[in-house]
T-cell receptor
Framework: DAGVTQSPTHLIKTRGQQVTLRCSPK?????VSWYQQALGQGPQFIFQ???????QRGNFPDRFSGHQFPNYSSELNVNALLLGDSALYLCASSFAPQETQYFGPGTRLLVL | DAKTTQPPSMDCAEGRAANLPCNHSTISGNEYVYWYRQIHSQGPQYIIHGLKNNETNEMASLIITEDRKSSTLILPHATLRDTAVYYC?????????FGKGTLLTVNP
């Protein structure tokens, strides 16, 4: 049984560009949450998707947007990249919005 | 979400029990206590969670005080592979609010 998978594993972008990160949830899970982890810090909640809608959102600007597909997979989009967006982006899935979250390995984004 | 306080680092000898404390004095009655760990550069790994009663699974035990203001995660026989940052989180599982956690180093 595959766990949460994310792609790509690493990515390098330049300031002002746009990026799309992808996540496939654990089998049987229908809820996906995204987190940003800066170097030396704990993960920070970005938003949660359930039934193809954004249900909860953390303190992140509108440059961060997402999508959930009918097969429960999800994308995180970041527009107008800033140097400060360099971080490990983590996806977590659960079999309902209030259930235990299981994390993927993350995508490491470097903005130059 | 409840604010949690953890020591920044702890050491433990291999084979001994590791006891990781967490204070969550502002936790409300319906908020759970969750523990995750993160091995360097990997995604956080779920360990255990509880509300009022002590909990045990194949990885660890969670002891929650009667007033729910603090808890202790116990790894009964620590191995070198248990070296990681351990996060204690108090709140809703809708949004996990991570602090800086405790870096547990297991020494041979």
């Amino acid at each position: 049984d595959a766990g949460v998978t994310q792609s790509p594993t690493h990515l390098i972008k330049t300031r002002g560009q746009q990026v799309t990160l992808r996540c496939s949830p654990k089998s049987g899970h229908d809820t996906v949450s995204w987190y940003q982890q800066a170097l030396g810090q704990g993960p920070q909640f970005i938003f949660q998707y359930y039934e193809e809608e954004e249900r909860q959102r953390g303190n992140f600007p509108d440059r961060f947007s997402g999508h959930q597909f009918p097969n429960y997979s999800s994308e995180l989009n970041v527009n107008a990249l800033l140097l400060g967006d360099s971080a490990l982006y983590l996806c977590a899935s659960s079999f309902a919005p209030q259930e235990t979250q299981y994390f993927g390995p993350g995508t490491r984004l470097l903005v130059l | 979400d409840a604010k949690t306080t953890q020591p920044p680092s702890m050491d433990c000898a291999e084979g001994r029990a590791a006891n990781l404390p967490c204070n969550h004095s502002t936790i409300s009655g319906n908020e759970y206590v969750y523990w995750y760990r993160q091995i360097h550069s990997q995604g956080p790994q779920y360990i255990i969670h509880g509300l009022k009663n002590n909990e045990t699974n194949e990885m660890a035990s969670l002891i929650i005080t009667e007033d729910r203001k603090s808890s202790t995660l116990i790894l009964p026989h620590a191995t070198l592979r248990d070296t990681a940052v351990y996060y204690c989180i108090g709140g809703s599982n809708y949004k996990l609010t991570f602090g800086k956690g405790t870096l547990l180093t297991v020494n041979p």
